[in-house]
């Protein structure tokens, strides 16, 4: 089992970044696809990015593409998500998932949850 805890959320105006981290611990993360997902109140959670498990293919939403970057550290065993351009739209509750199978882009194909970090976009 793998225990996956996010950080680098805040608040942050328009057009600013941000970077989140999604530290894992108990097992060693490359043995893991990873995603990223969001949920902004009164939403449902939606998917942002995805990455396999080398960090050779990456999937982006298309609310996010050109603007966020998933990216891995298997050594730091550290996952992340690069938010530039951010929007007020981007305000939402962000959660990293390991899944032990394929890259996914739904909740159900994901295995393990962090806790969420909160990340809040000012007009």
């Known amino acids: 089992q793998v225990q996956l805890v996010e950080s680098g959320g805040g608040l942050v105006q328009a057009g600013g970044s941000l970077r989140l981290s999604c530290a894992a611990s108990?097992?060693?993360?490359?043995?893991?696809?990873m995603g990223w997902f969001r949920q902004a109140p009164g939403k449902e959670r939606e998917f942002v990015a995805a990455?396999?498990?080398?960090?050779?293919?990456?999937y982006d939403a298309d609310s996010v593409k050109g603007r966020f970057t998933i990216s891995r550290d298997n050594v730091k065993n550290t996952v992340y998500l690069q938010m530039n351009s951010l929007k007020p739209d981007d305000t939402a509750v962000y959660y990293c998932?390991?899944?032990?199978?394929?890259?996914?882009?739904?909740?159900?194909?994901?295995?393990?949850w962090g806790q969420g970090t909160q990340v809040t976009v000012s007009s």
């Open positions: 108990g097992r060693t993360l490359s043995s893991y696809a």
């Open positions: 990455i396999d498990l080398s960090g050779a293919n990456t």
């Open positions: 998932a390991a899944s032990l199978g394929r890259v996914g882009f739904q909740i159900y194909e994901y295995d393990y």
